[in-house]
């Protein structure tokens, strides 16, 4: 049996940039100047399994992004890792959206590529969390609007049979084990899959592959009650960067010196050491 | 006339049979916040599972007020197919103002696919909750890895939700209050289409020694640890001192250890009496987990390195020149 997979991607800025993001102490907003973007790290294990679904069983790889309209560069960089075609929903309309609106878009997205492919996608895989935002919400909230089953933090996804999978989430203190069936909505942890190096081939490729860019005007069954910043329930308030400096005593001398006034500290906060 | 009663819950999670601890973190934070709502804002508790009713009394030694318990075999093990509909049902009955969850690993989903089945919205991770003057409720949410903090408001929803990693708040002492427990019909659970997703087993694998959050002394080690054997060294001087063992990403990335002890936005918060640090950079997503310890003591070559801006004690210098000397001399001696 051949699989159809959608996979969700995020452009973000890149993680190791971070300590340039600052917060314009006027206009309170989130300044990131100089930081490139790049493809949420996690979604690219996700695209990795839904390349190797591919491989292994068949069908298709979709990629889809709800992101402003320079995002295609990253939909062009996931397209030379493999996927067959990518779709960019971008709109005024769809900014300032939180998890819930986010994944409304994404649902109308999904459902209006399966409306013009004349198939249901077997699975909808997005990375479990992004770099940025970090609330790992929008897999859960997308099976919902999909009536999916839907599993988080998978980091294991193999067949077992023919329609079976194995599939294992992760827990604290270890894991769990499920058994599905297609479809299902996954978001799945870095563990899943390697993912691939882009090669030279992939990248001319990826210049002729479909990128279709949709607007408001495209998802037209989407109600306005929950697309954008006003569809959002979940609204920002004040933003701020946490003080968390400390005073910082220099420790100097020899090795010895210092592990002495360690064990002092250690000892002093009522921690046993030599008993 | 009074106003309608007003209603918080906290979602109990179970594991292993058991009320996990950040419920009961959860109920003392609740009271807070329903102290701060203002008189008749009661707390209560959602409960789903199998064989619970021992441990549904639990939770009114911390204040809830009223136990709404689904206690059925089906239920046994988590799946979105059975807990979802079972709590989204419960909070559409009785429309509670407040909803929430531990940001575990089974919060972490089930918090967000509730709110999404009630149109509802939710702050996920928050470090802190409050109330505002309009009685709502303010979220602290961290991103960029915990560079920013941003407040997160449901103005015109309800529930309101959040949820809140194990070890943000302190659990406060036990004050039982009479309980109401109401048990569901989960009859309903037999008709449910269940048949796409199954949970099999539950495997766990407890780390070697105290827990993270139990333990007085931390010591974290990052890729400046440098090898295996140092790491060894590091769970050595853990083990002499009584405490525990912590990460950071590269210490994983590395093969020494596994995720399960690491700590900072996508690992565990701790909050230590003290904290030592081994050759770690002091990534933000890292301090945001360890910032709240108590006395905080970093060993890194690098004198620019950021974890040094959040210490009380910087230490420059190689992890090899510090580490086997302090274990050697924390070493129990019989």
């Known amino acids: 049996m051949a699989y159809n997979v959608v996979v969700c991607v995020k452009p973000v800025p890149d993680p190791k940039h971070y300590d340039k993001v600052t917060i314009d102490p006027v206009k309170k907003t989130i300044t990131r100047t100089g930081i490139p973007t790049l493809v949420n790290p996690v979604d690219k294990s996700a695209i990795e399994l839904a390349l190797q679904l591919r491989e292994r069983y068949g069908g298709s790889v979709v990629v889809i992004s709800m992101a402003p309209p320079n995002a295609d560069e990253i939909l062009r960089e996931v397209l030379a890792m493999g996927a067959d075609e990518a779709y960019l929903l971008s709109d005024r309309a769809f900014g300032g959206a939180d998890t819930l609106a986010t994944s409304y878009t994404l649902y109308h997205g999904i459902k209006k590529i399966e409306a013009a492919k004349g198939f249901s996608f077997d699975f909808v895989l997005c990375g479990s969390e992004s770099a940025d935002g970090a609330t790992a919400q929008v897999s859960s909230q997308l099976g919902e609007w999909l009536g999916s089953p839907h599993l988080w933090n998978v980091f294991e996804l193999e067949g077992t049979s023919e329609e079976a999978f194995a599939l294992k989430t992760k827990m604290e203190n270890g894991y769990m084990e499920w058994v599905g069936y297609t479809p299902l909505v996954l978001g799945v942890a870095r563990e899943i899959r390697k993912p691939r190096f882009t090669s030279i081939m992939g990248i001319m490729k990826a210049k002729n592959k479909p990128l279709t860019v949709w607007g408001r005007a495209d998802l037209s069954e989407a109600e306005d009650t929950y697309l954008g910043l006003a569809g959002s329930p979940t609204q920002p308030g004040e933003i701020f960067s946490p003080d968390l400096k400390r005073s910082g005593e220099l420790f100097t001398g020899t090795s ?4 002495g006034r360690v064990v002092t500290i250690l000892r002093s906060n009522g921690v046993v050491v030599g008993g | 006339m009074s106003e309608k009663s007003k209603k918080i819950w906290v979602h109990a999670e ?18 807070d916040l329903a102290e701060a709502m203002g008189e008749g804002t009661e707390v209560e508790a959602t409960l789903t599972g199998s064989g619970l009713e021992k441990e549904a009394e639990r939770l009114a030694e911390w204040g809830a007020k009223a136990i709404y318990l689904a206690d059925d075999p089906d239920l046994q093990m988590y799946s979105p197919l059975t807990f979802i509909p079972v709590l989204a049902e419960l909070a559409a009955k009785h429309q509670p103002d407040i909803y929430l969850f531990g940001a575990t690993a089974i919060g972490s989903t089930l918090g967000p696919a509730v709110a999404a089945r009630l149109k509802t919205g939710t702050a996920a991770h928050c470090i802190d909750l409050r ?3 309009e009685k709502k409720l303010v979220a602290l949410v961290p991103s960029f890895g915990g560079k920013v903090i941003g407040e997160i408001l449901c103005p015109n929803k309800n529930p309101q939700m959040a949820s809140v990693k194990p070890g943000i708040f302190t659990k406060k002492d036990p004050t039982p209050v009479p309980v ?3 048990k569901l019909d989960t009859s309903f659970l037999k008709k449910l289409d269940a048949r796409g997703l199954k949970p099999v087993n539950v495997v766990r694998r407890p780390p070697a020694g105290l827990p993270l959050n139990e333990a007085d002394v931390v010591v974290c080690g990052g890729f400046g640890v440098g090898s295996q054997e140092n790491w060894h060294l590091l769970e050595k001087l853990a083990e002499y001192l009584g405490g525990a063992t912590a990460c950071t990403r590269p210490a994983v990335d590395e093969g020494w250890t596994d995720e399960h002890c ?14 030592i640090g081994f050759g770690i950079s002091g990534a933000t997503h890292h301090i945001c987990g360890m910032n709240e310890s108590g006395v905080v003591i970093s060993v890194n070559r690098d004198a620019e390195a950021p974890i040094f801006e959040v210490s009380d004690v910087r230490i420059v210098a190689e992890v090899n020149s510090i580490l086997p000397l302090l274990t050697e ?6």
Not at chain 1, 256 to 259: D, G, K, N, P
Not at chain 2, 14 to 31: P, Q, T
Not at chain 2, 329 to 334: E, H, S
């Open chain 1, 256 to 259: 010895e010196e210092i592990v």
């Open chain 2, 14 to 31: 179970v594991v292993d049979g058991k009320i996990a601890n950040v419920a009961f973190e959860l109920l003392s934070k609740a009271r």
């Open chain 2, 131 to 133: 109330i505002n003057e």
């Open chain 2, 180 to 182: 109401r427990i109401e």
């Open chain 2, 262 to 275: 690491m700590v900072g936005t996508s690992g565990q918060s701790i909050r230590p009496k003290v904290y």
């Open chain 2, 329 to 334: 001399a924390v070493k129990p001696k019989f």
